[in-house]
């Protein structure tokens, strides 16, 4: 008698090995898609954002226009010169 009962709890243990193990590989495989779908938006994202970062210092680094005539002003205006601060010069 007990070793009957030992037969089906080992039955039902086996079963349960075998329905378990397909779901959570089905499952694992699941998440990865999921995270690399993620991963590939953040670097679509990334690079949006650095194609508008690089546009962004274009603008700014030709001629300047109005906003770099008003700082060349400003600093003219105030004495400042990038020759008088740099370190080691006295």
Same mark, same amino acid.
């Given at each position: 008698?007990?070793?009957n009962?030992?037969?089906?709890?080992?039955?039902i243990?086996?079963?349960?090995?075998?329905?378990?193990?397909?779901?959570?590989?089905i499952?694992?495989?699941?998440?990865?898609?999921?995270?690399?779908?993620?991963?590939?938006?953040?670097?679509?994202?990334?690079?949006?954002?650095?194609?508008?970062?690089d546009?962004? !210092? =274009?603008? @700014? #680094?030709?001629?300047?226009?109005?906003? %770099?005539?008003?700082?060349?002003?400003?600093?003219? !205006? =105030?004495? @400042? #010169?990038?020759?008088?601060?740099?370190? %080691?010069?006295?």
């Amino acid at each position: 008698m007990d070793s009957n009962i030992y037969e089906i709890v080992g039955l039902i243990r086996d079963m349960a090995f075998i329905v378990c193990l397909p779901l959570i590989c089905i499952f694992l495989i699941l998440t990865i898609v999921k995270i690399n779908r993620l991963l590939e938006s953040l670097t679509r994202n990334f690079q949006n954002v650095e194609n508008i970062t690089d546009n962004i !210092a =274009g603008k @700014f #680094s030709g001629s300047m226009g109005l906003f %770099g005539g008003l700082i060349k002003l400003f600093t003219w !205006a =105030g004495g @400042f #010169s990038r020759k008088n601060h740099r370190k %080691g010069d006295d």
